[in-house]
């Protein structure tokens, strides 16, 4: 990481007239974590981090790479001109051939080296259409009759952009010492670059070893990928001012970026806009952002708020820190949490709408349907207000609680639509759509795509649902649990009868602590099916502002509130063995108890004191 600075000095002359497209180098492993990389980088010129200039046709790309698996991901692209991804653990380079299509692409026949550094380069001649591709000290060549086109996209590095794709393949390792050129390299010329690294150097340094500088880099601030949300910054060496991001409504709820060199030190923010921020109004817990180093999510507790500026300050202890209002929660994480369940014997996965631009509504449904008796159904939708994260993780701690316990699947069929507002959750908004609608206010006579995609699925599984729930997150200052329900006027006595037995239980077995009822109002999601339906409906606010809440917190809330819907419609999940202390000999369990702390003796020799539910193996010959 330490040695950008000196070089962009040694190197700036290179900027104009020269064959560099740009140049980036890191640490061993900066720019990845032990798994898929967070985010990549666009290389766009804007940020003046790199030597930059769009004006080419061939080139020469470069990289070293460490695949920490063979998953398909992109090292190098440039929409629609060229690319170059790990492809099931071979080396594959591509351009868009003569601006139509990204076929052929060309596949190196040697496999790239798993959890190994591996030096990778394609080379293109748009003149002539040859082209090199070279996976560590070996090169392919490669004769063609078409060319490619450039354009104004960016370069990104260790993904696509999702914007235009729907997907961003991220590359699974670890890339460093990315380099561009404006040219062909010639093989021999690509190998010259490949002996620079392999000394220890930079491919473009005349043979000095890197220097080390003594100042850090500037601190880097990133919020152009899915989800995240600011709307301007200003950085002066440690200090950071930072500028909230309304939605189409007027929303300043979300925040959401990342910032990158900031190991070991102390960096300091300033919301300079926080009177319109929501998430500080109606306060009874302190206001406590996020931050995740990729293992988990703390709080930041270094705040304070004065004048209409909310400061807080931290010690990183990582290169690269995400920053949330809340535990984020993106699209991309929503759409691997559904493919992952997609594959358990339990459930189907359908799609139920899309707005004709890639995005779309889709739903899980959990039952076991090899039983084909009547069943009572549950229908769960989520995140109709995008900022709402913590109803996802309510969600998730319910499905894998039904997974986990089949019994629920028997005599209950579950329906779960994790996202309705995919465009707003990827754009980071707090409570509106693409269209600045709020869609718990569409329920009555609406144009939105993702309400109507609802509505006749809803009308699809019929007149037999049971309970509807929407799972919400409490946005404001308040720290309580909330769930809301209806009043015995608005929906009947019977009605009302069966909701409060529901409620009742919630009460007893989960962290519900604030409990309203209301009338029927249509335009909102459980008024119109409880309107339409007659069945139960909920809604679901856990306080996003109660700081000892965690993920893990939720999700377990979710469970106890799985296992009380399961009780409430008779289902009856039987108790977790007790755990036992055995002594197993030759194979034959001759000893068994609950007991801890107990002295056991067995035959003659044996004397046991069982301090944990142990198991003990021996052979007697």
Known sequence: MKKIMILLVLLSSLVLGSDVVFYHTYDDGEYSTE???????????IDNDWIYNNSFESFTAIAMIKPYSTAQGYIMHKDKMFL?????????????????????????????????????AFSWNNSNGIYTTCLNNECWNGDTSYSTIN???????????AALWGSYRRFNGAIDETGLFSDAKSVDEIIIIKEKLDLGLHYLADDEPIIEPEEPLELRIDYNFDSGALQSYEINGDDVRLWLFSDPQGNAYNLHFNITNCTNRTVNFEIMNEVEWDYTEDTESPTQLVYSCGNGWNRLTDTIEQSGIYRFS??????????????AYSMENINKRIDYMHFHPLTQVE????NNAGANIRKIIISDTSITTDKNKVYMIARQHPGETHGSFLMDGMMDEILSNPELTQNIE???????????IGLGYTRSDEFGNDLNRQWEETTSWQVNAVKDDLASVGYGIDLFIDSHGLAHGQDYMKLLSFTETSIGTNLYNDQQGLVTMLDENTFFNYFVESGVYTPMARSHFISTYGG???????????????????????????????????????PEPEPMFQVIMNGIVIYETPNAGVEITIGEDYTFMPTTSDIITFQVT
Not at 85 to 107: D, E, V
Not at 110 to 115: C, E, L, P, Q
Not at 351 to 354: F, K, Q, V, Y
């Open 536 to 574: 139960i409906g909920l809604s679901f606010e856990p306080g996003q502002h109660n700081t000892s809440m965690t993920i893990a917190k939720l999700e377990e809330e979710g469970a106890n509130i799985a296992i009380t819907i399961g009780d409430y419609f008779g289902v009856s999940i039987p």
């Open 314 to 327: 931290h010690a990183f202890e990582c290169n690269n820190a995400e920053i949330s209002t809340v535990f």
């Open 84 to 120: 170059l991804q790990n492809y099931k653990g071979n080396l594959q380079a591509g351009i868009y051939r003569n601006g139509i299509s990204w076929t052929p692409l060309f596949t190196v026949p040697v496999s790239v080296d798993t959890n190994e550094w591996n030096f990778v």
């Open 351 to 354: 799609t139920l709408g899309d």
């Open 35 to 45: 798994g898929f990389i967070d985010n990549g980088i666009v290389v766009d010129g």
């Open 151 to 161: 354009n104004n996209y960016p370069i990104t590095i260790g993904e696509r952009r």
């Open 414 to 424: 579950w329906h779960f639509v994790p996202s309705m507002n995919p465009i707003g």
